[in-house]
């Protein structure tokens, strides 16, 4: 379950919100796993909203990075596009079994949740935070340095 804090806020109200939305969604699937209340059509449901919200949200960061000549902008683009071929790799990996078992779905329902989620909370942390630096709403030394590494 990831939790809002501030480690994790940008500062820039509309990426925070948009990042709230992927992290209630994430912790969302968690639940459902846990709960044991998940099934084939309400995992297929929400990994596609993910991904689709997730694309939608990294165009619009990249524009505000892009506009505000942001420091990490390029590095920023560079990862989304990892994580978008890496989302989209999994989810067709999951349309492409025909024959979910009970126990399989869960299995591989809790590794995708721990991979994608785990990226994008290291994501936020180590990159977008520099989005808020940019915007004047973060100081440097407030936010960890960024990491090259794309996955
Ligand atoms: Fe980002």
């Known amino acids: 379950m990831i939790r809002w804090s501030d480690r994790i806020a940008t500062g820039v109200p509309k990426i925070d919100v948009q990042h ?25 449901e929400l990994l596609l909203f993910l991904l689709k919200y997730a694309e939608w949200h990294f165009g619009r960061e990249e524009e505000c990075a892009a506009e505000h000549r942001c420091y990490i902008a390029e590095l920023n683009r560079r990862q989304h596009e990892w994580y978008i071929s890496r989302f989209t790799e999994l989810y067709e990996e999951f ?8 126990e399989r779905l869960y299995e591989w ?4 949740h721990k991979e994608l989620s785990e990226w994008l909370l290291k994501h936020v942390v180590r990159t977008d935070r520099h989005i808020g630096v940019c915007l004047g709403k973060l100081k440097r030394e407030e936010v960890p340095p960024p990491e ?3 996955s």
Request: overall charge neutral; hydrophobic content about 40%; cysteine-free.
């Open 109 to 112: 329902a809790a590794t995708v």
């Open 95 to 102: 349309k492409a079994v025909e024959d979910w078992t009970e």
């Open 20 to 44: 709230k939305v992927l992290i209630r969604n994430f912790n969302l699937l968690e639940e459902r796993i846990n709960s044991r209340t998940l099934t084939y059509d309400n995992l297929k």
């Open 148 to 150: 090259e590494k794309l």
